[in-house]
């Protein structure tokens, strides 16, 4: 796996502020300026090549007006905007899956949408979602320059899941504060197919085992699969948990 990266991504157009859950999002010609600017990286996985637009300073957003109001109403936290670790591993095996042709997946808290540009590149029927609208926005613009036009974006708030459903629901680094363990948790019993799988990958954070214990009192079945962790920088050697739960 490598990276490679170049600065000075511009843009010019604003993107809407809505959070409301459910609401599509399309893919923008451009994306609207942000504290920071923007940067792109090419992501070399299992030797398929994935360019993304992320921010070039994620830490920018932390000192926004509109951020730190969002936090005060909500508690909202610009996590998005950051390549994560585990996604790393997580795109990798998801991409390189053997997955039943016509496959519907929603990727939950999407952030720049690595995992699920992976499964786009498998053969998957991708929805990305995030509470963000500009986090989906950006999923989608990242799948339109890779070629993948027909990606599906919308907002999710995992308090008000909706009544569609998904064979498989992906997921990286999300339960990592137990109170979004119920809202997830409600979120699968309502959008997960009877005979889906979600998969969830996990660092092996201390919060890991009150999710899954919470899963088995929902009757979820679970499964792990270690992961070797692909090399980034300051992360040491180690394992990635892969979580399969099914009814």
């Not at 609208?133 to 320059?145: G, H, I, W």
């Not at 990635?240 to 009814?247: D, K």
């Given at each position: 796996?490598?990276?490679?990266?170049?600065?000075?991504v511009t843009s010019?157009?604003?993107?809407?502020?809505?959070?409301?859950?459910?609401?599509?999002?399309?893919?923008?010609?451009?994306?609207?300026?942000?504290?920071?600017?923007?940067?792109?990286?090419?992501?070399?996985?299992?030797?398929?090549?994935?360019?993304?637009?992320?921010?070039?300073?994620?830490?920018?957003?932390?000192?926004?007006?509109?951020?730190?109001?969002?936090?005060?109403?909500?508690?909202?936290?610009?996590?998005?905007?950051?390549?994560?670790?585990?996604?790393?591993?997580?795109?990798?095996?998801?991409?390189?899956?053997?997955?039943?042709?016509?496959?519907?997946?929603?990727?939950?808290?999407?952030?720049?949408?690595?995992?699920?540009?992976a499964g786009l590149?498998?053969?998957?029927?991708?929805?990305?979602?995030?509470?963000?609208?500009?986090?989906?926005?950006?999923?989608?613009?990242?799948?339109?320059?890779?070629?993948?036009?027909?990606?599906?974006?919308?907002?999710?708030?995992?308090?008000?899941?909706?009544?569609?459903?998904?064979?498989?629901?992906?997921?990286?680094?999300?339960?990592?504060?137990?109170?979004?363990?119920?809202?997830?948790?409600?979120?699968?019993?309502?959008?997960?197919?009877?005979?889906?799988?979600?998969?969830?990958?996990?660092?092996?954070?201390?919060?890991?085992?009150?999710?899954?214990?919470?899963?088995?009192?929902?009757?979820?079945?679970?499964?792990?699969?270690?992961?070797?962790?692909?090399?980034?920088?300051?992360?040491?050697e180690g394992v990635?948990?892969?979580?399969?739960?099914?009814?």
């Open positions: 796996m490598t990276i490679e990266t170049s600065d000075n010019d157009n604003a993107s809407s502020d809505s959070t409301t859950t459910g609401n599509s999002c399309v893919a923008p010609r451009e994306l609207p300026d942000i504290p920071g600017g923007w940067t792109s990286r090419t992501v070399d996985l299992a030797g398929r090549a994935i360019r993304l637009t992320i921010p070039a300073a994620p830490d920018a957003f932390l000192d926004d007006p509109e951020v730190i109001a969002a936090h005060n109403r909500d508690g909202y936290m610009p996590y998005w905007g950051y390549l994560w670790p585990t996604s790393l591993e997580m795109a990798a095996a998801v991409l390189q899956h053997d997955w039943p042709s016509g496959t519907a997946a929603l990727e939950i808290g999407a952030g720049i949408g690595l995992t699920g540009l590149a498998a053969g998957l029927h991708v929805t990305f979602s995030d509470y963000d609208r500009l986090s989906v926005e950006v999923a989608l613009y990242n799948a339109r320059q890779n070629g993948w036009e027909q990606a599906r974006g919308i907002v999710l708030d995992w308090r008000q899941p909706l009544s569609e459903t998904y064979s498989l629901i992906i997921g990286c680094d999300l339960i990592y504060e137990a109170q979004n363990h119920a809202p997830i948790l409600n979120l699968l019993q309502q959008m997960l197919a009877a005979d889906g799988e979600c998969w969830l990958a996990d660092p092996g954070r201390h919060q890991a085992d009150k999710f899954l214990a919470a899963s088995d009192q929902q009757g979820f079945r679970r499964e792990l699969r270690e992961l070797q962790r692909l090399p980034y920088p300051s992360r040491p990635t948990n892969l979580w399969i739960l099914r009814r």
